[in-house]
């Protein structure tokens, strides 16, 4: 079965208010839409422009925040106080993305949100919404010194594969796509996708995801699509500067693109990628390519 991935090269907002973010959100989703994209995917932390609605809600976040003082910035300019508030807007957002998967009858992945679980700690979640409205997530596993050392965002306890109507696919969040074995469990349990959701702040660190996900597409024989946050948002200190570029890499080998590249966005350019892939070929592919990465993985311990 042949079918459109979308994949988004999204900016960061300074927003006004809800409504100006659900109407982006849905400018968005359509846009793919239209281009008859089934699969949409967004950056990692393309949910932190929500923080940027708290400078105009003192009332609300000096409820959650007590002694927060009486100035947006407090809020949006704290990484602490930033992860706080956004709870409350949780549900709003699941909702939201619930809502446009099932209009646009397409499968949603809107990036990553910081989640605060049951035991208080913060989780990296990338939830993926179906267009029955059904809804699941992964939470990140490997965590950069950012997270671990200044934001104290906690790694995930599960690696998952998700059942949808075009096969098995699975999330590696921006940093754990720089780890074979992630994806190499992910592909032996039935994924030919992996949805990979970054947000960059240099060039080398967009190119070091870059290459895990070429490296993760040809070593395991299957498609691996990257989104990226772009641009400038100098008022938040966790996404104030943003690079990257949106692609859907391949194998390489016989049948794909002789670079594994199938498409590829414009360095920091606002905009969707849209390639259209066959999952089934991935099986082909493993059966008669030029060479056999996925089944020749085992020869490994051999050695």
């Not at 109407?23 to 281009?35: D, P």
């Not at 709003?92 to 208080?120: E, H």
């Not at 996404?239 to 693109?257: E, H, L, Q, S, W």
Request: glycine content about 6%.
């Amino acid at each position: 079965m042949n079918f459109k991935i979308a994949t988004a090269q999204y900016d960061i907002s300074f927003l006004e208010n809800w409504k100006q973010y659900q109407n982006k959100a849905e400018r968005w989703v359509s846009e793919a839409a239209e281009q008859d994209a089934k699969i949409l995917l967004f950056p990692e932390y393309a949910s932190m422009e929500l923080a940027s609605l708290f400078i105009a809600r003192d009332s609300v976040y000096a409820e959650i925040l007590p002694g927060a003082g009486s100035a947006g910035e407090t809020v949006y300019s704290s990484l602490n106080k930033q992860l706080a508030v956004m709870q409350s807007l949780l549900e709003d957002y699941l909702d939201l993305f619930q809502t446009l998967a099932k209009k646009y009858r397409c499968i949603i992945q809107p990036g990553t949100f910081p989640v605060k679980t049951d035991s208080g700690a913060y989780r990296n979640r990338a939830y993926l919404f179906m267009p029955d409205g059904q809804f699941d997530y992964q939470d990140k596993l490997m965590m950069t010194r950012f997270e671990n050392e200044q934001w104290l965002i906690q790694k995930g306890e599960e690696l998952r594969c998700f059942d949808t109507e075009y096969g098995k696919i699975a999330i590696n969040i921006c940093y754990d796509s720089e780890f074979p074995m992630l994806a190499r469990k992910q592909v032996e349990a039935g994924a030919n996708l992996i949805l990979v959701p970054s947000c960059t702040d240099t060039l080398a660190g967009y190119h070091r995801v870059k290459i895990g996900c070429q490296a993760r597409a040809l070593e395991n024989q299957c498609y691996v699509v990257q989104s990226a946050l772009v641009g400038e948002a100098m008022w938040s200190e966790a996404v104030d500067v943003n690079i990257g570029a949106a692609a859907v890499y391949t194998p390489v080998d016989r049948g794909f693109p002789d670079n594994g590249i199938l498409a590829v966005g414009n360095l920091n350019e606002v905009q969707w990628v849209v390639a259209e892939i066959s999952l089934s070929a991935c099986g082909t592919v493993r059966e008669q390519g030029q060479v056999f990465n996925y089944r020749d993985w085992p020869l490994q311990g051999a050695f």
